[in-house]
T-cell receptor, first 112, second 118 residues
Framework: DAKTTQPNSMESNEEEPVHLPCNHS???????IHWYRQLPSQGPEYVIH???SNVNNRMASLAIAEDRKSSTLILHRATLRDAAVYYC?????????????FGKGTHLIIQP | DTGVSQDPRHKITKRGQNVTFRCDPI?????LYWYRQTLGQGPEFLTY????????KSRLLSDRFSAERPKGSFSTLEIQRTEQGDSAMYLC????????????????FGPGTRLTVL
């Protein structure tokens, strides 16, 4: 898995939307983008993933740029429980170790 | 589905001692992963199993580390002659791999075992 770039931290208010950016400028055509988050004192948990099209699930939405060099995780209405470190991970499809390559992620702070 | 469980949750040991951690994956999952996480960093991949076969090992997995998954169910991670630098959270994850590409491989993590080496 290759590198992605995220801001170290972001702050938002409760009940407002949050847009978490991720740059993956060297992504190849068959690499997926996965997002995980890690709540305090817990293991990471899967949030969402996508390839080219925007994706929605009950937790979040994932907007992928047309050139696929960046993506944005969208939390539509943040709650205090969404305060966590969010990791954007490129899943390299060309072989190699199957483990996830985590960076430092974005520490999301939610203000009440 | 009770999720991934890890035991113990906390371990304090003295330098030079051996420690062993256990991971019980989600029952139908065929893949099991070990990661290590130090303070302020994201988890780092150590190794993974598909059923009982250990398919990948990271360079981080020194010869003092050994992992097993003898019957393709639970797994153990042993660290021999622990060093202070081994202090970290050790995370286990499992997934159901059906083939066809990495997008099918959502990993489910356990709560981790926090190791402190004095």
């Amino acid at each position: 898995d290759a590198k992605t770039t995220q801001p170290n931290s972001m702050e938002s208010n409760e009940e407002e939307p949050v847009h978490l950016p991720c740059n993956h400028s060297t992504i190849s055509g068959t690499d997926y983008i996965h997002w995980y988050r890690q709540l305090p004192s817990q293991g990471p948990e899967y949030v969402i993933h996508g390839l080219t099209s925007n994706v929605n699930n009950r937790m979040a939405s994932l907007a992928i740029a047309e050139d696929r060099k960046s993506s944005t995780l969208i939390l539509h209405r943040a709650t205090l429980r969404d305060a966590a470190v969010y990791y954007c991970i490129r899943r390299y499809s060309g072989g190699g170790a199957d483990g996830l390559t985590f960076g430092k992620g974005t520490h999301l702070i939610i203000q009440p | 589905d009770t999720g991934v469980s890890q035991d113990p949750r906390h371990k304090i040991t003295k330098r030079g001692q051996n420690v062993t951690f256990r991971c019980d994956p989600i029952s139908e999952h065929n893949r099991l992963y070990w990661y290590r996480q130090t303070l302020g960093q994201g988890p780092e991949f150590l190794t993974y199993f598909q059923n009982e076969a250990q398919l990948e090992k990271s360079r981080l997995l020194s010869d003092r580390f050994s992992a097993e998954r003898p019957k393709g169910s639970f797994s153990t991670l042993e660290i021999q002659r622990t060093e202070q630098g081994d202090s970290a959270m050790y995370l286990c994850a499992s997934s159901l791999y059906r083939g066809g590409g990495r997008d099918t491989d959502t990993q489910y993590f356990g709560p981790g075992t926090r190791l402190t080496v004095l």
